[in-house]
């Protein structure tokens, strides 16, 4: 009876070390730095950067302008102006909120 409890216990201790390596590993793989340097948008606008050409097909046209309508999308926002009942589209902060954050600082 004890070496059947014996088999068992090392066999369940030996499945929890690999549980354990398998998940340290996952955990690990995830943190990788360099991800973005990889994306294809970002290694095509290096590329511009540095005057070299590399050819392009309709994919990475249409990344190019899913990635250019995201960051116009992060850089850009719709305000209302004081004067009118309409809104207008901006970039960049507004000299007004500027002034205030600098009146607000510590």
């Known amino acids: 009876?004890?070496?059947?409890?014996?088999?068992?216990?090392?066999?369940?201790?030996?499945?929890?070390?690999?549980?354990?390596?398998?998940?340290?590993?996952?955990?690990?793989?995830?943190?990788?730095?360099g991800a973005l340097e990889r994306e294809s948008v970002h290694v095509r606008r290096q590329a511009a950067r540095a005057g070299l050409t590399m050819p392009v097909g309709a994919r990475e046209i249409h990344e190019d302008q899913q990635y250019g309508e995201e960051t116009r999308l992060l850089l850009t926002y719709d305000f209302g102006t004081s004067g009118s009942s309409g809104s207008s589209r901006s970039s960049g902060v507004p000299s007004a909120w500027v002034d205030d954050l600098w009146i607000r600082r510590n």
């Open 1 to 33: 009876m004890a070496a059947v409890f014996a088999a068992v216990g090392v066999a369940l201790l030996a499945c929890l070390l690999i549980w354990t390596i398998i998940i340290s590993l996952k955990i690990w793989e995830t943190d990788d730095p």
